[in-house]
């Protein structure tokens, strides 16, 4: 794989990259968590442009600009909400990561950085959307020849521990 992988605890919308994920509702009209601090890092005009974009299905993904963040875009993913993992949360999840990267891809971006998609609010639980995250990554990104940085940004270093044990580190 040309990209690499890396895994940081921080705060998503001080990363210098140029794309953020962010861990979007349907509406893409904010909200809590992640969702919440994008919108207010990025300014007023996040939410238009986010609404306008939108909606968006569960397992999709639309870009928007970044506005005042550091990261030139922000490519809002709509997760599953976990309902015990027999509602096609798995599948749902890995197309949040494999539609992303292709935005990124597509777009000629060289880095992106994901937050724990679905593992906030929605209950999604993190070793397994770890898991699924790491195998969608290493499987979409060899076909994207533009990135060479790929983040997986933690809110706290025990989630961050899920993510090193998956890149052996």
């Given amino acids: 794989m040309k990209a690499a992988l890396e895994v940081v605890v921080a705060d998503i919308t001080t990363l210098e990259v140029d794309a953020i994920v962010n861990a979007a509702n349907s ?8 969702d919440g601090a994008i919108h207010r890092a990025a300014g007023p ?35 599953p909400v976990w309902q015990g993992g027999d509602h096609g949360e798995d599948e749902a999840l890995a197309s949040c990561y494999t539609r992303s990267l292709a935005l990124a891809g597509g777009a000629g ?13 929605f ?5 397994r959307a770890a898991r699924i ?8 990104a060899p076909g994207l020849p533009s990135l060479e940085r790929i983040v ?11 993510y090193r044990g998956l890149l052996g580190d």
């Fill in 27 to 34: 509406g893409l009209s904010g909200g809590g968590g992640v």
């Fill in 45 to 79: 005009q996040l939410a238009p442009a986010a609404r306008a974009a939108g909606p968006c299905p569960t397992g999709h993904a639309v870009m928007t600009a970044g506005f005042r963040l550091p990261a030139r875009h922000v490519i809002h993913a709509v997760g």
């Fill in 109 to 121: 971006l060289a880095s992106i950085a994901f937050p724990g998609i679905s593992t906030g609010i």
């Fill in 123 to 127: 209950g999604f639980p993190k070793d």
């Fill in 133 to 140: 995250a790491f195998e969608a990554v290493v499987r979409e």
């Fill in 152 to 162: 997986f940004c933690c809110f706290s270093e025990p989630d961050a521990a899920i």
